[in-house]
């Protein structure tokens, strides 16, 4: 802040602007050097009037003085509760002259996604991710910075844009450095809190301007533009007061000096006292008097406007205040002429004869919280039904139906309930929440009350548990809930007391429905959800007997319906974790299959049974040594996510099991390049989730397969991965992948103590599977020279359960470990056993270890080639060091 004087060029609010505007250059320069350049993100933050929005101007003539292409947009404090507002204003200006099937060529696969929220394609039936549109959106932008390069992005006031756009800018900033694309943001200090504030915050985080906020003028820089604007005549003393009467800020310094010229004051100490009353007049209670000053008319017209917000013309703000147009006309004029209302900029996009917007936000402001309360009420009212007839939606109209005073107006609900429908659609679940909340408030008639609950809980599911179990419980205390929906309400309530870490009660409610209803599909659904949260969640909350009842249940199973094959699932997952026959649990995992796929509703992205009847199927295929079939579940369910757009959790834990069929099938490199990328995907959702887990479990546990103790190590370090373990199954078994790290980092009696723990609690679970469980494994070759007899004994027993279990890649890993235990020809025999057995599965990794135990064994080089060739096709970078090594070993002794 050197310079006093801005260039002639610069609008007057960039006095002392220097160093700000050498930013906006110096970003515009790299971004023009070549279409690899790196993308960057500048942002400025201020109080109200400081220049923010100036400082966006001149960056905008910078940048097209360069030849950039660019686009803004901004957030207004009516609008934010609007999804979608600010990003739609941003690129729609690019989208929407193109015809339908040229965009839809354009996004490709991300159209019916990202489409709807731009508003450039009908919105679906169903929910849609959030995650996924936000993704969408960034990709949008990245095929638009290749044809537009290069190109500026501006955002003002972006403490004032709708949540959904703040969730986009904040993934947008991250990975802006690989697009060639400068984004410019301004924002007020402290406005918006909750995820508003978050998302503003990661914006800032990557900014490339690290400076503080905006300052207000220096008096120098005052009196500077106050001679610039009323004539080097004004004397030091009219200019100091200038200063002290607005506090250095730009706007309300260029205000009161516009205000000084229409009263033809003479700029001197004399006439100085005069600020102050100018200077009230242009702010506040002040605005307000200068407007009525206008008349009735053109009162009650800025009125309409500020209620409108944006959008706001002639003709709408005419029918709004419900006036004739010619005196619309003449009001439109006489506010323009008052510097409260202005034709918007040609340069920010099309404007069409009659468009308006305040001068500046903090009129609006001032002007919206002027109108009386009843009368605003009743406005929204007008103004929401003026944007249906206008045939823009209820979506639109909802943000005016928010502010509508309720009056038992059974319409209203209806348009509230359709408008969370639609704001379902686009990726809106907050929007949504906001709509039925407020559609509770008019209230619902008694017939209806319930299903409006049950809604809202739908909405909150993902974003709000504790609010839907309240949501849900109301629901399903009164009544208005047909039988279906009563089931759908007590699944939905179950899986929000899940995800709010109440497992326990989750089971018990399931359970209590149940025993109300008579034999029959709802009962048997109800019951196939209980036995699922007891089997897949928590272990704890088991009731005595289940797993007999289970079987006693899927007994009578042919797969007829969903309900029939979801039990069916639930047993052979159940009899694959306690070690039962492989191939009687293969069979029942065949007969909940139709035609060898799964069901229609129960598919990876059907709502009404949720990704872990599924999930539990595919691994249940993948520890019965059936991975031709787990690969091609996972493989399906990633590919459904990336199509629909999920990307949250859902892709997280498909890129997790992905990971987890190639660790099994021994593709390890592979392995770990997915399991990174869901453990990215599940950063993004949150830690401590059973998805967090899961990403990290297999992560480890493959880094360790790979050799790699070091970045294992790092990696349980990083993400938490030490007690307390969560309280739903990790698979593979978190206990156990954990002891396994322990020992290998030389971390002996906690490695010891880890595996005696996950005995523990795979007995009291009644967890036999030795390839799911393989705590006793390690175990055993960990107490092979401190307790021999123990060890033997751990041996044994997994050497019944594996032949219990009966695959080949239990069988072979138990006469792996016994072979471990052993010397001389005993040792021989059994690790050329599990060279057989492990030769027949689909485990490579488990036979390459089995090929150079073997060779190290039998001192045949030939077996070490054989076991180094599938080592390294196997990307096992340790055991490629052991086998070497031993071959040149034995290279020596020859």
Known sequence: MTKVRPPAAASASLWERDEEVAAVEKAVETLCADRSSSGSVLVFQGEAGLGKTALLVETRRIAEARGCTVWSARGGETLKSVPFNVVRQLLQPALVPMLPDEARDYLGDWYDIAGPALGIAEPGERQ???????????????????????????????HWADQETLSWLAAFAERVTDLSVLLVVTRRAGDPGGESARHLEAVAAV???????????????????????????????????????????PYETVELLAKVQDSEIEPIESQAAELRGLNRSARGGGLVARLEQLGIDATRFAWAAAILGSDITVDLVARLATMPRADALRCAELLSEARILTAPDPASGPVDDGDLEFVHPLIATAVLKSIPGALRTAMHGIAAQLVLDTGRGVAAASRHLLEVHPDDDEEVVGQLRDAAREHLAVGAPEAARRCLERALEEPPRPEVHARVLYELGCATLLTAPAKTIDHLRTALGMPGLDCAARVSAVVRLSQALLHNNQVEEAVRTVEAEAARHEPGPARMRLQAVQFMWEGVHAGEVSSPGRSERLAELAATCTGRDNSERALL?????????????????????????????????????????????????????????????????????????????????????????????????????????????????????????????????????????????????????????????????????????????????????????????AGRAAAALGRYNTVLMPWAVDLARALA???????????????????????DTAIGEALRCAAALETGRRKLRLAEQAVARLEHSPCQYEYATARVEYGIAARSAGELEQGLALARFCGADGLVTRAEEQLAALAVLR
Request: net charge negative; aromatic share 6%; hydrophobic share 40%.
């Open 785 to 807: 020279v401190r307790d021999p007899a123990r060890a033997a004994q751990l041996a044994a027993d997994v050497r019944q359960q594996a032949e219990r279990l009966g695959t």
């Open 569 to 757: 699932m639930l047993r052979g997952f159940d009899a694959m974790t306690h070690g039962e026959s492989a191939s009687e649990i293969v069979e029942l995992c065949d007969r909940a299959l139709v035609n060898g796929r799964l069901a229609p509703g129960l598919g990876w992205t059907d709502t009404d049974w949720g990704i872990e009847l599924p999930l539990i199927l595919a691994t249940t295929y993948a520890y019965t040594d059936h991975l031709d079939r787990a690969d091609s579940l996972y493989t399906e369910a990633l590919r459904c996510y990336e199509s629909a757009g999920w990307s949250g959790g859902h892709l997280a834990l498909a890129h997790a099991y992905v990971g987890l069929g190639h660790r099994r099938r021994g593709r390890l490199r592979e392995a770990e390049k997915a399991l990174r990328e869901s453990l990215r995907l599940a950063e993004r959702v949150g830690r401590g989730l059973p998805l967090y887990w899961s990403a990290t479990c297999n992560l480890v546990d493959t880094l360790l397969a790979r050799g790699l103790v070091d970045e294992a190590w790092r990696i349980a370090g990083d993400h938490g991965f030490a007690p307390p373990y969560p309280s739903t199954i990790v698979l593979p078994d978190p206990r156990s992948v954990r002891g396994r790290l322990l020992l290998a980092t030389g971390r002996t009696e906690e490695g010891i103590e880890e595996l005696e723990e």
């Open 128 to 158: 849609v991710d959030p995650q996924g549109v936000c993704d969408g959106l960034v990709v949008a932008v990245r095929r638009l910075a290749r044809r537009d390069w290069p190109l500026v992005l501006l955002v003002d006031d972006a």
């Open 207 to 249: 900014s490339h301007r690290r400076g503080g906020a905006l300052n207000a003028l220096t008096p120098a820089a005052t009196a500077g533009l106050t001679r610039d604007t009323l004539g080097e005549h004004a004397d030091d003393a009219f200019c100091r007061e200038v200063w002290a009467v607005t506090g250095g800020n």
